[in-house]
């Protein structure tokens, strides 16, 4: 006969899982149900279960025993009738009548309670009576006629509220998810690289400046898995002194979110989360996980510092003039500063010819006005610092050109320069009469 190997103390991933014996047979348990040495359990991903092995059989009041409270249990369970059963449990015959036989205790003449027949369940309690939960009607007896208040859910409360009783019990907590609710920023991929975090932003981890997963929410939503019906408090911080961001509770399968109700200030934020749970048999239980985030819903650093070629360090004037017995390099070399790693979107446009005439009056003339020459992408370093190169810029007529920067940071914040930064290319070129050298 297989012996008791323990009990399943607790199953996280499912409610139910399912056990093999050796001889193909297969059985569901759930928590608090015994496992045999003879049996495994079916894996299944996701699922985490917790076996409470026994150091001798006689927990189980002996093999045999055990066998046949466990019979018992689930004949009642599925709603066989108890007198029908009073041979099994009692170990004799039932007389004409329902009453009990000289070689056996029948149900109709034995009880639970104290000073009568004990139950076998185990040899840690005496009688159901005294392990009813609080939200179970008190069972005292058991016997042939059902008695006043009996019922199959009382008898399993009672069941489960001693295996709670006579077992330790653990508590877990952990964040599984941050919810980004924003959807604004930039959304374009042929203009950056840095999109907006939707969903779970666990799943990207879009900061190159700390490594932290990023979000411009400043009311992120946690999600987290925890034992049901504990108490969930989330603090903005680690130690004594980290405040007290809020309170909740995680439901009958252990689920729990929480968002902010005030704004998170922009930074690194490493949120504390501490589970807690009075067990049934008043044992207070604690867990305690963290996860960090970076919050960042600014984006307002941005500007062109330099717009030159290797051969004219300056083109902010317009009188800059190349002579034409040299070769020049007329690719402009543009540079500025951002918000470290933001990536940086440049539009290049003639600026309008416009035409004047002697009596103040101006004007441009239709295929003069401003047209895009080029659009160029950068990406910001550690330090803020990027710059782009252009191509050869055709003149079209005009020295004068107008350049419109904006960016987009690591969270997804969009920024534009307000105004367009002008420069010139080198003017008409300049004769330089050669060298006399006789």
């Not at 499912?14 to 059985?27: C, L, M, P, S």
């Not at 699922?47 to 009642?76: P, T």
């Not at 960090?292 to 051969?311: A, F, P, R, Y």
Request: proline share 3%; aromatic share 6%; glycine share 8%.
């Amino acid at each position: 006969m297989s012996k008791v190997k323990g009990l399943i103390k607790s199953i996280m991933g499912t409610d139910a899982i399912v056990a093999v014996d050796a001889n193909g047979n297969e059985r569901t348990l759930k928590a608090g149900d015994v496992i045999y040495d003879n049996e495994v359990i079916k894996e299944q991903d996701g699922v985490k279960v917790e076996v409470q092995a026994f150091q001798n059989q006689s927990e189980f009041a002996g093999d045999e025993a055990s066998s046949e409270i466990a019979s018992l249990q689930e004949q009642l369970l599925n709603g066989k009738n108890i007198t029908d059963l009073e041979e099994t449990a009692a170990g004799g015959t039932t007389s004409t009548g329902g009453a009990a036989s000289t070689n056996g205790v029948s149900l109709g003449t034995a009880g639970f309670a104290q000073g009568g027949h004990y139950s076998n369940v185990s040899a840690n309690f005496g009688d159901l009576a005294s392990q009813t939960s609080a939200s179970a009607e008190a069972l005292t007896n058991v016997n042939g006629a059902a008695s006043e208040g009996f019922s199959l859910d009382t008898l399993a409360a009672a069941i489960d509220n001693a295996y709670n009783n006579i077992l330790p019990q653990t508590l877990e907590v952990s964040v599984i998810a941050v919810d980004d609710n924003v959807v604004t920023g930039n959304t374009d991929q042929a203009v950056s690289s840095n999109l907006d975090i939707e969903g779970n932003i666990l799943e990207h981890e879009n900061s190159q400046r700390t490594g932290l997963h990023i979000t411009n929410d400043n009311t992120p939503t946690l999600v987290g898995k925890a034992t049901s019906n504990a108490t969930i408090s989330i603090f903005d911080g680690e130690g004594e002194s980290a405040p007290l961001l809020g309170t909740t509770t995680t439901d009958n399968d252990g689920n729990w979110s929480y968002t902010p109700t005030s704004p998170l200030a922009d930074g690194d934020h490493k949120f504390t989360i501490k589970a807690s749970k009075v067990a049934a048999n008043g044992e207070e239980l604690k867990a305690k996980s963290t996860q960090e985030i970076t919050v960042d819903t600014d984006n307002s650093t941005l500007s062109i510092t330099k717009i030159s070629t290797d051969d004219f360090s300056d083109l902010s004037h317009y009188n800059t003039m190349y002579d034409s017995n040299k070769q020049y390099d007329f690719s402009p070399t543009i540079e500025g500063k951002a918000e470290p790693f933001a990536d940086i979107n440049l539009v290049i446009k003639t600026a309008d010819i416009i035409n004047r005439d002697g009596l103040g009056n101006s004007w441009v003339e239709k295929g003069n006005e401003a047209h895009v020459v080029e659009k160029l992408s950068a990406k910001a370093d550690a330090d803020g610092n990027w710059r782009a190169e252009s191509s050869v810029l055709d003149t079209l007529d005009t020295n004068k050109y107008t350049v419109q920067a904006s960016s987009v940071d690591e969270a997804g914040n969009k920024y534009s320069e307000p105004q367009a930064t002008t420069f010139y290319m080198p003017l008409e070129p300049i004769t330089v009469a050669p060298t006399d050298h006789l």
